[in-house]
């Protein structure tokens, strides 16, 4: 899908993807929790998260779908999808149909673009077209922006879930919203 100077496809199990998934990927949640932890938590966090070896495993997954966003044909955002389950979150158990949100990440130089709006919209249509009704996420209680920007797209608070990073604990936000 093309919109204005963006255009989003589906990610595929390659290194060029999984490297450019690690581009945005990394930075973004280093920007975001970054506080939270001591830096070499962090760094270890990181690179057991963002590896290529790692992220090639997750784009294999059957049950998770990327979109990579690119403009200027260099992916400066991603989302993931993961299908199929129960979640444990007591929150959703009176929801049927759901899919989980994974990650929407935004390479911070692209902020208000609207980049994250053309991938939002992508992501929702498709999991729309896989037959889902409703779609939820788990954001971190303090992201203000975050929790607005899924808002503008129908997203509610139904909950809240604990959330580990390095030795700390924090309170993400568990949302829903229906995909019409």
Known sequence: MTRGSTTIRRAKPTITDAEAIISVG???FEITFGHLTPPDELKSMLDGIYNVESVLTDL???FKVFF????????????????????ELSCLQNYKNYIKLGKIYV???HHGSGVSRTLMENTLNEAK?????NIYLTVYGENDRAKRFYEKFGFDKIGETQFTIGKRVVTDWVMLAPLQ
């Open 107 to 109: 390479d911070v130089n």
């Open 60 to 62: 294999n997954d059957p």
């Open 26 to 28: 990394r930075p973004v």
């Open 68 to 87: 990579l966003a690119l403009m200027n044909e260099r992916v400066v955002a991603y989302s993931q999808l993961t299908i199929g389950g129960v979640s």
């Open 129 to 133: 077209r896989m037959g889902y009704a």
